[in-house]
C-alpha cells in the first residue's frame, strides 16, 4: 500500500496513475469524446495466482458480428470502446505458444444494454486443447454431416459443463464457442485436471429429413488431461460404436418381423440367411473396431446397413402383397375350378356342382398353405369363395349367350365363332384324354417348379462391374455424380457439390486430386472470344491435370497454365489461326479481359480420353434433324476451335459452368478398387476405377437376382414335349382338318381350335401348378428344405405361372397353326379404304403386319428394293424415294416416301405416299401406316401395291 502522507508516496500515485493512463490509451478504437460511445474496461487474472495475465486477446461481439478487440497490457488492463444501448458477450482467452494444447479456459462475461462504463475482472482457469480429427459418420446417410456441435459434459450428471456463465460447446452451430474465439470447429479447449466426456450432436439427412443424432466420446475412467495437454481423438471410432449400437435397432426389429412372418407361415429361408449374413458382418465390424481400422468397419458396415435396409423393405413388401393378393387367387382359382368343370361335364347342373365342389377344394386348399389368408377372417374368406364362384359361373355360362352378332358384308363376327371354336376344342380334348393327361401334367409339373424352385428379386446395393478390359495408362478413380435434379434428357452429367474436392483430399490414401469444371451443353453459344462463338469453357487445375492426363504435353506454343493463374487461357492451334492472334495477346472473353498463355494441340485435345474413357473436352447440342423435321437434339463434343481452357476458379465464375468429374490417383499399394466401393458407399457417387485389372465402375444402384436357373434345361424340354404333342395332334387330324374345311372353317378357325385346347390347358395347368407350387413350399418347411428361393406370394406370380402354361402350349399351338395354313390356303380378300377423305390430307391406311424390333431394318430394306423394282414399269412406276429414320426416348420411326404415277396417260393417275413404321417406348413391336395423298381409287391402288409386298415378306417369313 502507498503512504498518502509523505510527498513521495502521493508522488508514485501520480506516477503510476499516468504509466495506467498512458498504457490503455492505444487500446480505445475511437476519440474519447465520441457520444454514444461506452467504455468497457478490465483486467484478466490468472485464476489460481490472481496474477495479471499478460496479451491476453478480449473480444466483444453482437450476436455473430465482432465489434471490438483487443489485448492486455503487462498489468492485465484491457479497455474497449463499443456503442451504448446494445447487448455484448465478452470472451478473454490466452494460450502460451511453447505448450502443445491451450493452456487457459476461456472466461465469458454477458452485458446487457450499457449506457455507462463497465468494469470487469476475467478469470482465466487452467485449460488443455481436445483436436476431434476426421469426420462424422452415419450408416445411414451418405450426405455429409455440416451440421454439429461438441459438448463438454459432467461424467456425473451428463450436464455440459459451465464455468462462470462459459458453457463449453464448440462445432458449427452459433451457440458453439469456436468461432469466437478463432478456433476450428473440431478444436475443443477443456477445463484442465476436471474428468470429462464429450457428447456429440449431429444433424443427419436420412430419407429426405433430417434427424437429431447424440454419441457419447468417452473412454474408460473418462477423459482427463493436465494444463497445457493435448489429446487427438477420431471420432469415427466412437460414431462407429454409435452406427453398431443402431444397427443392433434395426436388426432386432429385422428379426422380430422374420418371426411374425414365420408364425404366419411364410417361407422364409434365404430372408433368414441374408439376416445371419448381416449379423456376421457386425461381428467382424467389432472386431476392425477393437485394432483400429475404423475405415473397412465403417465401410462393410455401410454394405450390411444397405442389405439390411433391403431386406426388410422386402420383408414388409410380400407382406402387404399376401394380404392383398389373396382376394385375386381367390378369383384364379374359382376360375380354373370351373374350367376343370366344364372341360370333363356336358350337362349344366353337373358343370355347377363340380364347379362348386372344386372351387370349394381348392380355396381350402389355398387357405391352409397361403400365408397371406391370415389376414381375413374365415367368415371374410368364404364371403369372396363364394361370390368369385358366382362370378366364374357368370361369365362362363351368361357371357356365351350375348357373344352374338350380325353378319356384315357376309363375314361372321370373330364373337360369333368364340364360343363353337371352344366347344370343338373341348371335345377334341376329352377325346384324347391320354395325350391331354400328359400334357397337363407336364404343364401342371412345369408351373409347380418355376413357383417353388426359382426365385426372381430386385435388390438394392453396392454393384462393382468391370466395363472395359481396356488398360488406361493411368491408374485411379474418376468421381461423378449420380444423375439427379440437373438429369434433363440432354445433360451429360450432373454437377458435383465444391466440398467434394476437399473430402477426396481428407483421405490419407489419395495422392493427387484433379477437379474439373465445365459447361452443361447448350444449343447457343455461352459467350464469345472477340466476337468467336464459343460453346465450351473447360476448368481445370492445372498442376493435377498434368500429373493424372498429361495435359501439359499437348501445349505446342507459348506455355502452360499455372495453378491460381486468373484471366489466363489456352487455346487450341484451329482457334489461333481463326482469331489471327498469337501468345500472350489480351483477347476479350465475354465481359473478360484475359490473356492467351499458350496453344495446344487441337487433334491432341480432341482426342483426349478421361479414365471413364470419355473425351475430356466439353459438350454442345446439335440438332441432327433434316429440314422440315421435327427436332432431334444430341449433345456432341466442342469443336476444337469452339472452346477454350482455363483455371478452375476462373471457370466456375462463369455462368453455367459446373465441377463435372474429379480424378483421383492413389498412392502405391493402395486398392483402387476398393477405394472406389468406399467412395460409392460413402456418398453415392458413380466411380470409374482405373487399374491394370481394367475399367471398373462403382455405384449404388439396383440389379436384379435370379436363383434357380438351371432348371432352364428340364423347362426346355417340356416345353418342346408339348410342342410335339400338338404337331402330332395336327398330324392326326389331317382328315378332320380337311373335313372342316369342306363346311366353311378357314385356316384361322382351324388354327383357332388349337389356340383354344392351349388355353384351356395352360389355365387348369398354371392354376393347379401355381396352388402345388404353394404347398411345396408347406411340405419344405415341413421337412426342414432350405432352398434359397423367395417365396411367391403375390397374385402377379400366378400372372407369371399362367404365362409359363400359356407359352409353353401356344408355342405347339402356333406350329400347329402354320402347319393348318399349309394343309388349306385360304383365299386372298379384298381390303377396303375406311374412313372419310378430307380434302388435302393424306388418307391413312393401317397395314397388315407388326414388325419386331430386332427385324424392322431388314423389313424396310425390302420394302424399299421392291418398291424401286416399278421405277422402270411401263404402266405405273416409283420414282423419287427418301429414307427416314428418327430414334428419340418416346419413339422409334422408320419412314420410306415416294410417288406413284402411271405412265404414258394423258391425265396420268399419282399418288404421294410415306410408309411410316413406328414403335413407342416399351412396346415390341413396329406398327406399319401408309399415308396416301391422291385419288381415291389411285390411293387404293397403291395400298394394294405395298400390301402385296409386305404379304411377300410375311410368306418368306
Known sequence: MFDLRGGRGAASLCLLLILVILTLWPAYPGEASDEGLVTLSGRVIDFETQRPIENATVSVWEGQVLIAQGNTNSLGIFGLRVPEGHNYRVYAYMDIPNTTGWDYLPAFREIFSPTGDVNLTMELRPGASVIIDNDIQFVDTTSPINAYTYEVIDPETGETLNIEGYELIYGTLEEARGHFLNLNASHLIVPADISFNIRVNASALVKGRYILRSFLIDEPGHLRLPRGGLMHLDVRKYSLQYNLEMMDGEVAKTKAKIDEMDKLGFYLTLEKQRLVRVSGVMESVRFDLLRGDYVNGFKELRKAYIELTDLYASLTGTYRSAATSVYILIF???????????????????????????????????????????????????????????????????????MKGRAVAGRTPLRNIIVPIFSLAKRSLTRRRLRFVLTLSSVTILVMSFVTLTSFTMGYGLILRRISRQIVPVDGVLVRAPHGEYSETWSTFTPL?????????????????????????????????????????????????????????????????????????????????????????????GGLNVAVVGVVSGEGIKGL??????????????????????????????????????????????????????????????????????????????????????????????????????????WAIVVLNVVITMLNSLYERRREISILSSVGLNPSHIAGIFIAEAIAIGLIGGGVGYLLGLGMYKVMTLLHIALEVRQKVSALWCLGALGIAMTAVIIGALSALKGSVIITPSLMRRWRIRGREEFGKP????????????????????????????????????????????????????????????????????????IVAERRSGEEFYTVKLYSLGERRWVHQTGSLVRLIIMRWSTRK
Not at 542 to 562: F, M, N, Q
Not at 648 to 657: I, K, Q, W, Y
Request: charged residues 25%; glycine residues 6%; hydrophobic residues 45%.
Open 843 to 914: 388418307i391413312e391406311i393401317d397395314l397388315p403386319i407388326s414388325v419386331p424390333s430386332d427385324e424392322i431394318d431388314d423389313f424396310m430394306d425390302y420394302l424399299l428394293r421392291n418398291l424401286r423394282r416399278y421405277e422402270d414399269d411401263p404402266v405405273a412406276r416409283t420414282e423419287r424415294f427418301k429414307v427416314w429414320r428418327e430414334d428419340t426416348e418416346e419413339r422409334s420411326v422408320r419412314g420410306i416416301k415416294f410417288i406413284y404415277r402411271t405412265v404414258g396417260a394423258a391425265f396420268a393417275d399419282y399418288s404421294t405416299n410415306r
Open 497 to 589: 457439390d465444391a466440398a467434394s474436392v476437399e473430402w477426396l483430399m481428407k483421405h490419407g490414401e489419395v495422392e493427387v486430386v484433379a477437379p474439373k469444371a465445365e459447361n452443361l451443353p447448350t444449343l447457343i453459344p455461352l459467350l464469345t472470344l472477340n466476337g468467336r462463338p464459343i460453346y465450351g469453357i473447360l476448368g481445370i487445375l492445372p498442376s493435377a491435370e498434368a500429373k493424372i492426363l498429361g495435359l501439359d504435353r499437348l501445349v505446342e506454343e507459348g506455355r502452360y497454365l499455372l495453378d491460381g493463374e486468373e484471366n489466363a487461357i489456352l487455346i487450341s492451334d484451329r482457334l489461333k489461326e481463326d482469331l489471327g492472334v498469337e501468345v500472350n495477346a489480351t483477347l476479350r472473353l
Open 332 to 402: 384364379f382359382l374359382a376360375f380354373t375350378s370351373t374350367t376343370i368343370s366344364f372341360l370333363f361335364f356336358e350337362k349344366l347342373w353337373h358343370k355347377t356342382a363340380a364347379s362348386g365342389g372344386l372351387t370349394a377344394v381348392t380355396h381350402l386348399l389355398l387357405h391352409e398353405i397361403y400365408p397371406g389368408a391370415a389376414y381375413i377372417s374365415a367368415r371374410s374368406f368364404s364371403t369372396f369363395s363364394l361370390l368369385a364362384w358366382c362370378s366364374s359361373l357368370l361369365v362362363t355360362i351368361v357371357v356365351p349367350h350375348f
Open 609 to 714: 480420353r478421361d479414365l471413364d474413357g470419355s473425351y475430356v473436352i466439353p459438350n454442345k447440342l446439335v440438332d441432327l434433324s433434316a429440314p422440315d423435321e421435327p427436332p432431334d437434339i444430341h449433345p456432341l463434343p466442342v469443336e476444337v476451335d469452339e472452346f477454350v481452357i482455363c483455371d478452375l476458379e476462373t471457370a466456375l465464375r462463369m455462368p453455367g459452368v459446373f465441377l463435372s468429374r474429379i480424378d483421383a490417383t492413389l498412392r502405391t499399394g493402395e486398392s483402387i478398387n476398393d477405394f472406389a466401393e468406399r467412395v460409392a458407399l460413402e456418398r453415392n457417387y458413380n466411380v470409374w476405377a482405373s487399374s491394370e485389372e481394367g475399367l471398373y465402375i462403382a455405384r449404388l444402384g439396383t440389379y436384379f437376382q435370379a436363383k434357380g436357373l438351371p432348371l432352364a434345361v428340364p
